[in-house]
T-cell receptor
């Protein structure tokens, strides 16, 4: 079974430029998550989707960050414009349910460097 | 709010040594508890989990017991290998957090041959 796929794996951009990350979850998984992982810290949730609906986006900085999951499968996270402090690893995860006991499966992440 | 505190690293051990990585949590009710591992260059992988008090999660020789009385979920392994070198994250999903995982800051483990 294929795991969670993310691209690109690495991205380097100048500040104020836009950037987008793509995620394809495990087939059949209805719940998709985007996390932010700063260096030396644990991941923090940005947004959670149930199918195509964003059910928790309370931690997403909506002035510059946006996300979509139009057909309830793959998802895109966008930053516009990027700031120096956005340098981090962006992780996507999926699960086949929204229960607290469900295992979340993580992709390898996209490492963003903003210069 | 809910939180997880785990021992700071890095932790360096010799091969075949006994491992303990401490983890304590703060949460209302009965959260689900997890240990995730991140090998170099790879994504986070679930190592083990426990969903109710006194449950023991185990996988690949690692164990952790859900202790409600001490709000702890310490990770242990009797004999570590070089291949266990990785970053280990303790995490919880609270009763009221609707599948939002709260992670600790991670503990980097290095095993010497």
């Amino acid at each position: 079974e294929a795991g969670v796929v993310q691209s690109p794996r690495y991205k380097i951009i100048e500040k104020k430029q836009p950037v987008a990350f793509w995620c394809n979850p495990i087939s059949g998984h209805n719940t998709l998550y985007w996390y932010l992982q700063n260096l030396g810290q644990g991941p923090e949730l940005l947004i959670r989707y149930e199918n195509e609906e964003a059910v928790d986006d309370s931690q997403l900085p909506k002035d510059r960050f946006s996300a979509e999951r139009l057909k309830g499968v793959d998802s895109t996270l966008k930053i516009q414009p990027a700031e120096l402090g956005d340098s981090a690893v962006y992780l996507c995860a999926s699960s086949d349910g929204g229960a607290s006991t469900d295992t979340q499966y993580f992709g390898p992440g996209t490492r963003l460097t903003v210069l | 709010g809910d939180s997880v505190t785990q021992m700071e690293g890095p932790v360096t051990l010799s091969e075949e040594a006994f491992l303990t990585i401490n983890c304590t949590y703060t949460a209302t009710g009965y959260p689900s508890l997890f240990w995730y591992v991140q090998y170099p260059g790879e994504g986070l992988q679930l190592l083990l989990k426990a969903t109710k008090a006194d449950d023991k999660g185990s996988n690949k020789g690692f164990e952790a017991t859900y202790r409600k009385e001490t709000t702890s979920f310490h990770l242990e392994k009797g004999s570590v290998q070089v291949s266990d070198s990785a970053v280990y994250f303790c995490a919880l999903i609270g009763y009221s957090s609707a599948s939002k995982i709260i992670f600790g800051s991670g503990t980097r483990l290095s095993i010497r041959p």
